[in-house]
């Protein structure tokens, strides 16, 4: 059974800093492409950083030159340095994990989402 669980997220003032985690259970992680989305109150759900499985990163207009993410292949991790929180950060942060490309007709696809870790950006 596949899972994704976040951790890391709580309380911090602004200009603070978080780490998020990412843990996966399963063997597909090496291969996907891993996202941190996140969702504030009354938002939809909105991609925040992604990592492919050779390493390459994008990123939101919003977070640039504040939020890193990074993998770990050997521990089936993915995670997000969150530095300069500003309170527009406050939401639900969210793991994702999905096929990289290439995706053919013979590809199956999957689509997994871990539960969420709120992160709320207050003083």
């Known amino acids: 059974q596949v899972q994704l669980v976040e951790s890391g997220g709580g309380l911090v003032q602004p200009g603070g800093s978080l780490r998020l985690s990412c843990a996966a259970s399963g063997n597909f992680f090496s291969i996907s492409t891993m996202g941190w989305y996140r969702q504030a109150p009354g938002k939809q759900r909105e991609l925040v950083a992604g990592i492919t499985p050779g390493g390459s990163t994008n990123y939101a207009d919003s977070v640039k030159g504040r939020f890193t993410i990074s993998r770990d292949n050997a521990k089936n991790t993915v995670y997000l340095q969150m530095n300069s929180l500003k309170p527009e950060d406050t939401a639900v942060y969210y793991c994702?994990?999905?096929?990289?490309?290439?995706?053919?007709?013979?590809?199956?696809?999957?689509?997994?989402w871990g539960q969420g870790t709120q992160v709320t950006v207050s003083s």
């Open positions: 994702n994990a999905r096929n990289a490309p290439p995706i053919t007709a013979a590809t199956t696809l999957y689509n997994y």
